[in-house]
């Protein structure tokens, strides 16, 4: 397997009134198929910017954002809106489903859009309903959802492409515990068993535990990473984050 992001050198300044911010300062990093990373620093430390770079979103000052062998920094506005649709999914804190649609038509959407044949459709749909555990709450709307349950409704949906790379900003924020704890074991299944390759960024060091490797971001850099996590334990990890940021 393969590595399927590469970053490299990446930034990104911000101009607001006459002054500068730079929210990235050269940043390289790489993710190999088949494996959850995380992206852990404080807040502003740049994740959001980095997680929008890397999708596509915005375009960057400096540096390469490489998918798959394709350079999206070099794309086109439309050739990379093209590429985002079609490779990469993203999932973000708030679930976006749309609130008048079951869980099972929040994840069809996208393909509803893109007119794809309904058998076609309900094949892939009951497909992610499966990845994600759902059976048994497709057919309820999102009201009648546990939080957790939500997002893994929106995982199913930025799945449904069978996307290249899965960008997630901190995809448990606004969860109990215990429904962060079963995403973050999802995404980590979704890597480990279905070979899918899970970039996810995050302020909290038990998130990070789940991941294989995860990259710590000050000030718009990367200082450093912490390999041989062991998910669920956050002490390891905030002491390793501690070493580094201090
Ligand atoms: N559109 C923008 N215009 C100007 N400055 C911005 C913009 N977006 C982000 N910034 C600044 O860039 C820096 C990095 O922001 P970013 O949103 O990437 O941080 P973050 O790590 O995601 O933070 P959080 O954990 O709070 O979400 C911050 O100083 C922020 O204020
Ligand atoms: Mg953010």
């Known amino acids: 397997m393969g590595t399927v992001l590469q970053v490299d050198n990446l930034s990104k300044t911000y ?10 300062a050269g940043v390289s990093l790489s993710v190999e198929a088949g494996r959850l990373v995380a992206i852990m620093g404080a807040s502003g430390s740049g994740k959001s910017t ?9 375009v960057a000052n400096g540096g390469t954002v490489t998918i798959e062998n394709n350079n999206i920094t070099r794309m086109s506005d439309r050739k990379r ?16 489903l749309l609130p008048t649609l079951t869980a099972r038509e929040n994840i069809a959407l996208p393909l509803l859009v893109d007119g794809v044949a309904i058998s ?29 349950e939500q997002q893994r409704v929106a995982i199913a949906r930025a799945l449904l492409n069978d996307p290249a790379l899965i960008l997630a900003d901190e995809p448990t924020g606004n969860l109990d515990s215990t429904n962060a704890v079963e995403v973050w074991q999802l995404l980590r299944e979704l890597a480990h068993q279905l070979g899918k390759t899970v970039l996810m960024v995050t302020q909290e060091a038990l998130a990070a535990s789940y991941a294989d490797r995860t990259y710590v971001l000050k000030d718009g850099r990367i200082i450093g990473k912490i390999d041989e996590l062991e998910p669920g334990n956050a002490a390891l990890v905030a002491a390793r984050y501690t070493e580094l940021a201090d």
């Open 50 to 58: 980095l997680l929008h770079l890397i999708g596509g979103l915005d």
């Open 15 to 24: 101009r607001l009134g006459g002054q500068q911010i730079h929210a990235l």
């Open 81 to 96: 809106t093209l590429f985002r649709r079609r490779r990469i999914g993203v999932i973000f804190q708030m679930y976006n």
């Open 120 to 148: 076609e459709i309900e094949k892939r749909v009951d497909q992610m309903v499966e990845l994600v555990h759902l059976q048994d709450r497709a057919d309820h709307r999102p009201q009648a959802l546990s939080g957790g």
